[in-house]
């Protein structure tokens, strides 16, 4: 049974920082691209950051490039979303997303999110 489980966020005042984590479960975590994406209330859902099976490749929205940064660690399978500098346009759901993009395909799955809000 594939479980993502985010934790990390919460309320934080503009230009602080948090981490997100996403721990993984029920699957093969070295095989599986994984990303973060964001929902605000009344935004459609959007990729905020991507990491390959590997490692070897990150991607960012262009909102958030230079302010976050995105890495996995294999032996906790876990994936990880620093977010520094935050801006009240930051406030969003953040939910964790795993895909296999290698044969044989699988996913996408999805956390259930973890709010962050930055408000003074």
Same mark, same amino acid.
Request: net charge positive; aromatic share 12%; proline share 4%.
């Given at each position: 049974?594939?479980?993502?489980?985010?934790?990390?966020?919460? *309320? &934080?005042?503009?230009?602080? #920082?948090?981490?997100? =984590?996403?721990?993984?479960?029920?699957?093969?975590?070295?095989?599986? +691209? @994984?990303?973060?994406?964001?929902?605000?209330?009344?935004?459609?859902?959007? *990729? &905020?950051?991507?990491?390959? #099976?590997?490692?070897? =490749?990150?991607?960012?929205?262009?909102?958030?490039?230079?302010?976050? +940064? @995105?890495?996995?660690?294999?032996?906790?399978?876990?994936?990880?979303?620093?977010?520094?500098?935050?801006?009240?346009?930051?406030?969003?759901?953040?939910?964790?997303?795993?895909?296999?993009?290698?044969?044989?395909?699988?996913?996408?799955?999805?956390?259930?999110?973890?709010?962050?809000?930055?408000?003074?």
């Amino acid at each position: 049974q594939v479980q993502l489980v985010e934790s990390g966020g919460g *309320l &934080v005042q503009p230009g602080g #920082s948090l981490r997100l =984590s996403c721990a993984a479960s029920g699957f093969t975590f070295s095989t599986y +691209t @994984m990303s973060w994406y964001r929902q605000a209330p009344g935004k459609e859902r959007e *990729l &905020v950051a991507d990491i390959t #099976s590997a490692a070897d =490749s990150t991607n960012y929205a262009d909102s958030v490039k230079g302010r976050f +940064t @995105m890495s996995r660690d294999y032996a906790k399978n876990t994936v990880y979303l620093q977010m520094n500098s935050l801006k009240p346009e930051d406030t969003a759901v953040y939910y964790c997303n795993a895909r296999r993009r290698t044969w044989p395909l699988r996913g996408p799955y999805w956390g259930q999110g973890t709010q962050v809000t930055v408000s003074s």
